[in-house]
């Protein structure tokens, strides 16, 4: 009995660990493209629609593809690999000077790692999370009046913040019986929610702002 409780709770702290991994990747592609759009298209805000969009697009494929890897790998020296690249690349894009070189050799050398891992929706996930998730952080740097979203900074307070917040969440609301996939969902929802408060409120003040002239 104790056995069996040892292995579901290690399969539940796997779950979070790789969803972690998984932050790290769609948080680098969303450093990346806020970079390259704050440097070559002066891009500062988006569309609300589209934004909301992106956010519950990507909620889904992140939990499905963190409960996909867990039961298609066993290898746990390959995941510490892909963590120590991921790490790599992240802090390649924050420091470098050419941003879009680290990340087109990320975008090459990450899903050839994930090939490893013989699951599909890793690919489909790689190639839709950049296009989901890329405004998010330039957005919010927006409603906080920071013009430069590539700072590291910015980028490091917004990731660590996020993730150490989901994992609070996470492991207390496990504690609590509701189990790890609901908290997982509300999880998400309670991410939304802030992102969508943080919205309204950037609105109001940029109404008032234009009030104000």
């Not at 292995?7 to 790290?24: D, M, Q």
């Not at 450093?31 to 990507?58: D, E, K, P």
């Not at 890897?69 to 290898?75: T, Y």
Request: glycine residues 4%; hydrophobic residues 50%; contains cysteine.
């Amino acid at each position: 009995m104790n056995s069996a409780k040892k292995v579901n709770h290690g399969k539940s702290l796997s779950l979070l660990f790789i969803s972690f991994c998984s932050g790290f990747t769609s948080f680098h592609y969303q450093a990346v493209c806020s970079q390259y759009l704050f440097a070559h298209h002066g891009f500062r805000t988006y569309n609300f629609q589209i934004s909301l969009v992106a956010f519950l697009l990507s909620c889904p494929l992140g939990y499905l593809m963190a409960k996909r890897v867990l039961f298609s790998i066993g290898n746990h020296s390959l995941l510490l690999m892909i963590t120590i690249f991921e790490i790599f690349f992240i802090t390649f894009a924050v420091f470098s000077k050419n941003i879009m070189c680290s990340g087109a050799v990320s975008a090459i050398l990450l899903p050839l790692l994930r090939l490893f891992e013989a699951s599909l929706l890793y690919i489909i996930s790689l190639a839709l999370l950049p296009l989901l998730m890329s405004t998010s952080i330039a957005l919010l740097s927006r409603i906080f009046e920071d013009a430069d979203a590539s700072t590291p900074k910015t980028l490091y307070l917004w990731f660590i913040t996020g993730s150490v917040t989901s994992l609070f969440f996470s492991q207390v609301l496990r504690l609590n019986l509701m189990g790890l996939e609901n908290s997982l969902y509300l999880c998400a929802f309670l991410n939304f929610s802030c992102i969508l408060i943080l919205l309204i409120h950037y609105s109001f003040t940029q109404n008032r702002n234009q009030t104000g002239r």
